[in-house]
């Protein structure tokens, strides 16, 4: 069924609930309303204006105020800064990005509202063990004001609400992938990869596929670009290859060169299995120790320089003695992950399941949410004077469940995105719901029915599932945003005034 299904939340705003403490990492890229420092005169346009996408304006004094940000993140995260030009390029470069989902969310009438952003403060405050004040204080004294603060996370939820609707609902994982998935690490949990066990205790056995932690330098090689562009743009990559064998910085070069979305993350790219890079990359890295950078590799979007960060095996969890463990309690909760989730019980899990069926309405220009919501309203007048639910689902709902009544089947918790999954538990068996309103528009639901049911099966195939859907939802979002700036006009007039200079 198309989005309600939602086996893992998308991962920009599991990073603003976690890393918190990084404030300006929290940065989306959106123009900030902050003066222009003093550095902006030396390379001013007559007009000011840094950027067009599509009718919006991005000027110089929002990327400098963003590059203050940016500069003071990478700081804290010891990535060298490239040159302020550099830098303003790759943060407008960013900005753009965001501008276009901000357009994208406009079309289709979202909106974060203040208590959407109120609630992920309460969360990040409750998952870090304080309170909202010292939360505040905290991002004081990292030189960010809590308005800006306040506005990087509604970019982030807004941005988390775009990644379920467009990405997720885009990827698709089949049971024989989840079979594959399983058979590969049959009877081995999920675990993270750990700190190497004490020399007075065996070293726990790998379990698992190999993992891989990556960065990336990409330069990018537009479409359909003549021989001579390739061939120049292939002796840049090889000048940085050579630049880099001979001691720069890696992380400070994807910085100030790269073209990929995570340059001013030092290209950083995560962690995977080896399995679950493009084959070009783990073909590329195959023999590349931690540390080791790889070859120049051509793929259809242009030229990558890889590096190896780590690499190693998941290990079962060694023997705890108990004198670790006070030691272990005193150290501040690490962020968690679906790595580092405790790994799939054995042993019969009984769970309760929900027979529901739901109407959905979606949000656009022409529909907004109140005018959703009235639609809603109205049908469930009518069911109440007898129509039937699914009857007026097939008539009315825009789910792919439509076709079926609205029937969604038997499903588990956890299985639905938080919004409905609360509301659907509130109603009795037969009731139908208020309107519901979720990242994916508006619902009625109705549920039929409620089982017991042992899921230890189902709960391997569900952690199995949500792992896949994290390791490809990267790549579909950046597929995502290219379609997005295939689709618009920007003119980016610092990227051409770079090009004259060269």
Same mark, same amino acid.
């Given at each position: 069924?198309?989005?309600?299904?939602?086996?893992?939340?998308?991962?920009?705003?599991?990073?603003?609930?976690?890393?918190?403490?990084?404030?300006?990492?929290?940065?989306?890229?959106?123009?900030?309303?902050?003066?222009?420092?003093?550095?902006?005169?030396?390379?001013?346009?007559?007009?000011?204006?840094?950027?067009?996408?599509?009718?919006?304006?991005?000027?110089?004094?929002?990327?400098?105020?963003?590059?203050?940000?940016?500069?003071?993140?990478?700081?804290?995260?010891? %990535?060298? #800064?490239?040159? *302020?030009? /550099?830098? $303003?390029?790759?943060?407008?470069?960013?900005?753009? @990005?965001?501008?276009?989902? !901000?357009?994208?969310?406009?079309?289709?009438? %979202?909106? #974060?509202?203040? *208590?959407? /952003?109120? $609630?992920?403060?309460?969360?990040?405050?409750?998952? @870090?063990?304080?309170?909202? !004040?010292?939360?505040?204080?905290?991002?004081?004294?990292?030189?960010?004001?809590?308005?800006?603060? $306040?506005?990087?996370?509604?970019?982030?939820?807004?941005?988390?609400?775009?990644?379920?609707?467009?990405?997720?609902?885009?990827?698709?994982?089949?049971?024989?992938?989840?079979?594959?998935?399983?058979?590969?690490?049959?009877?081995?949990?999920?675990?993270?990869?750990?700190?190497?066990?004490?020399?007075?205790?065996?070293?726990?056995?790998?379990?698992?596929?190999?993992?891989?932690?990556?960065?990336?330098?990409?330069?990018?090689?537009?479409?359909?670009?003549?021989?001579?562009?390739?061939?120049?743009?292939?002796?840049?990559?090889?000048?940085?290859?050579?630049?880099?064998?001979?001691?720069?910085?890696?992380?400070?070069?994807?910085?100030?060169?790269?073209?990929?979305?995570?340059?001013?993350?030092?290209?950083?790219?995560?962690?995977?299995?080896?399995?679950?890079?493009?084959?070009?990359?783990?073909?590329?890295?195959?023999?590349?120790?931690?540390?080791?950078?790889?070859?120049?590799?051509?793929?259809?979007?242009?030229?990558?320089?890889?590096?190896?960060?780590?690499?190693?095996?998941?290990?079962?969890?060694?023997?705890?003695?108990?004198?670790?463990?006070?030691?272990?309690?005193?150290?501040?909760?690490?962020?968690?992950?679906?790595?580092?989730?405790?790994?799939?019980?054995?042993?019969?899990?009984?769970?309760?399941?929900?027979?529901?069926?739901?109407?959905?309405?979606?949000?656009?220009?022409?529909?907004?949410?109140?005018?959703?919501?009235?639609?809603?309203?109205?049908?469930?007048?009518?069911?109440?004077?007898?129509?039937?639910?699914?009857?007026?689902?097939?008539?009315?709902?825009?789910?792919?469940?439509?076709?079926?009544?609205?029937?969604?089947?038997?499903?588990?918790?956890?299985?639905?995105?938080?919004?409905?999954?609360?509301?659907?538990?509130?109603?009795?068996?037969?009731?139908?719901?208020?309107?519901?309103?979720?990242?994916?528009?508006?619902?009625?639901?109705?549920?039929?029915?409620?089982?017991?049911?042992?899921?230890?099966?189902?709960?391997?195939?569900?952690?199995?599932?949500?792992?896949?859907?994290?390791?490809?939802?990267?790549?579909?979002?950046?597929?995502?945003?290219?379609?997005?700036?295939?689709?618009?006009?920007?003119?980016?007039?610092?990227?051409?005034?770079?090009?004259?200079?060269?």
């Amino acid at each position: 069924m198309s989005g309600l299904r939602h086996p893992v939340r998308a991962l920009s705003l599991a990073i603003v609930l976690s890393v918190w403490v990084s404030a300006s990492a929290l940065a989306a890229g959106k123009p900030a309303p902050r003066p222009a420092p003093a550095q902006a005169a030396s390379e001013q346009f007559v007009d000011g204006i840094a950027a067009i996408v599509d009718k919006e304006v991005i000027t110089l004094a929002q990327v400098d105020a963003k590059a203050v940000q940016v500069r003071r993140q990478m700081e804290q995260q010891r %990535i060298p #800064v490239p040159e *302020a030009s /550099v830098l $303003r390029r790759q943060v407008l470069q960013q900005m753009i @990005n965001a501008t276009l989902q !901000d357009h994208e969310a406009k079309r289709v009438g %979202i909106r #974060v509202s203040d *208590a959407q /952003v109120d $609630r992920a403060v309460q969360t990040i405050a409750q998952r @870090n063990r304080i309170t909202v !004040d010292q939360l505040r204080r905290e991002i004081a004294n990292s030189g960010m004001s809590w308005d800006d603060y $306040r506005a990087d996370l509604r970019a982030q939820i807004q941005d988390d609400i775009l990644r379920q609707r467009f990405v997720e609902d885009r990827i698709t994982i089949s049971d024989s992938d989840v079979d594959a998935f399983l058979a590969m690490n049959a009877g081995q949990p999920m675990v993270a990869p750990r700190a190497a066990a004490p020399t007075s205790e065996p070293a726990p056995a790998p379990t698992g596929p190999e993992l891989v932690e990556l960065a990336q330098i990409l330069i990018e090689v537009p479409d359909y670009a003549a021989d001579s562009v390739v061939q120049e743009k292939r002796k840049q990559a090889e000048a940085i290859l050579r630049k880099l064998k001979s001691g720069a910085d890696f992380a400070g070069v994807a910085a100030a060169s790269s073209n990929g979305p995570q340059a001013l993350q030092g290209g950083n790219m995560g962690i995977r299995p080896l399995h679950d890079w493009p084959d070009l990359f783990s073909q590329a890295i195959a023999n590349t120790p931690a540390g080791g950078i790889s070859g120049v590799v051509q793929s259809g979007r242009g030229f990558h320089i890889l590096k190896v960060l780590r690499r190693g095996y998941a290990q079962r969890p060694a023997p705890q003695s108990a004198q670790a463990a006070p030691a272990r309690s005193a150290q501040a909760p690490a962020p968690e992950t679906d790595a580092t989730r405790a790994p799939s019980p054995s042993g019969p899990m009984m769970v309760t399941q929900t027979h529901a069926r739901h109407i959905l309405i979606k949000t656009s220009k022409v529909v907004d949410d109140a005018k959703a919501r009235a639609i809603l309203e109205g049908l469930r007048t009518r069911i109440e004077h007898g129509e039937s639910f699914a009857e007026l689902a097939k008539r009315y709902s825009e789910d792919a469940s439509a076709p079926q009544g609205g029937d969604l089947g038997w499903l588990n918790p956890g299985e639905t995105v938080p919004a409905f999954e609360q509301a659907m538990n509130a109603l009795q068996d037969g009731q139908v719901s208020e309107p519901v309103k979720s990242p994916f528009g508006w619902h009625l639901i109705q549920v039929e029915g409620r089982q017991t049911k042992n899921m230890e099966q189902e709960f391997r195939r569900m952690q199995a599932r949500r792992e896949l859907m994290q390791r490809r939802i990267g790549p579909a979002y950046e597929d995502w945003l290219d379609q997005l700036r295939a689709q618009a006009y920007i003119d980016n007039r610092l990227e051409k005034v770079a090009g004259g200079e060269r």
